[in-house]
């Protein structure tokens, strides 16, 4: 079994390197006229040149998987703007999906928790296209649509999963389907659990990404070995390996918030039942510490018998 790590966003440790910077509307409505398109690209041209130092350390470290930033481009779905990020930027774009596919990293969006399909309010759904739809014209401009996702969660309850999830079912028929072919679906920790979204993806043939975390928090009835085997089987015609979301705890009082680094006793159960599998697969860390916490991880497992260490972010056990 061959597990690849990687992280989110931003690589710490790397100065001044946050690939988030923003603009709010306030202050983007307050700018004269005429220095609005100028702030909305000097900000967007930070978050690229940030990027793509990110990426060069993800090189530099043998890392080959990275959750791009949802915020590099600011404002760029909101109805009062809604402007052209990819001409300005062609070049940016097309050089970010270079190194990437030079360097074999696999490449991932993970949109707000505002991008949801169950709200029964229209406009909801709307804006959720519409932000699924510009995290899928990042991934075309870097010319990595074959190989990037784009991951949400179901959503909420609104009192009432069962009718929740057919309107989830219903308003998902909005999306194009190029953009649903490279979408997945992750449990959560309050709402839906592993059975509820797993039997979701199953119905809609998307990719399932486990939180194991958000499983501990969020657990079903019936024990997690029942399940996934039925998870990475959700990838089957997928271009990628199944993907697997590991965090722990910040403490027993704030048990859904992400810790700094990752507890190997905490997810340790975990990697034992997946061994059973044999089944290769990659893991996003998402603690509070980023790189650094998965670096920590790794050497944390990789002292573990039995467990090879084959390069700085991949073990064989």
């Not at 909305?40 to 998987?65: C, F, G, M, W």
């Not at 949400?152 to 999963?161: E, P, T």
């Not at 990719?207 to 024990?223: R, S």
Request: aromatic share 10%; glycine share 2%.
């Amino acid at each position: 079994m061959k597990i690849q790590f990687g992280y989110v966003a931003n690589a710490l440790g790397l100065w001044d390197a946050s690939p988030s910077k923003t603009l709010t509307f306030k202050r983007y409505s307050e700018l004269p006229k005429q220095e609005r398109a100028e702030k909305l690209k000097s900000v967007t041209a930070q978050n690229l040149q940030h990027t793509k130092r990110i990426l060069h350390y993800n090189i530099a470290h043998e890392i080959k998987l990275y959750r791009f930033s949802s915020s590099l481009v600011p404002l760029a779905t909101h109805p009062e703007v809604m402007w052209d990020f990819i001409t300005p930027f062609k070049k940016e774009w097309e050089e970010l999906g270079q190194l990437v596919r030079q360097y074999k990293i696999r490449p991932s969006f993970h949109p707000n928790q505002f991008t949801l399909f169950t709200s029964p309010n229209d406009q909801v759904t709307a804006n959720a296209v519409k932000d699924m739809e510009y995290h899928y014209k990042m991934l075309e401009a870097m010319n990595l649509v074959e190989n990037g996702i784009i991951n949400i969660h179901i959503g909420g309850a609104y009192g009432d999963k069962h009718t929740t999830l057919s309107r989830f079912h219903h308003n998902l028929r909005t999306l194009p389907l190029e953009i649903k072919a490279i979408m997945t679906l992750e449990n959560d920790d309050k709402t839906y659990n592993v059975e509820e979204t797993l039997i979701t993806c199953e119905k809609e043939s998307i990719p399932m990404i486990f939180d194991y975390h958000h499983h501990m928090a969020n657990k079903t009835e019936a024990d997690l070995s029942l399940f996934l085997p039925r998870i990475f089987n959700t990838w089957k015609h997928s271009n990628n390996k199944p993907k697997v979301h590991i965090s722990s705890p910040k403490s027993e009082q704030s048990f859904r918030s992400h810790a700094d680094f990752v507890a190997k006793d905490f997810v340790l159960p975990f990697f034992r039942m997946a061994k059973e599998l044999n089944q290769d697969f990659d893991i996003i860390i998402e603690a509070k510490q980023k790189n650094l916490a998965m670096q920590k991880l790794v050497e944390d497992l990789a002292s573990i018998r039995g467990v090879k260490r084959i390069s700085s972010s991949t073990l064989e056990w």
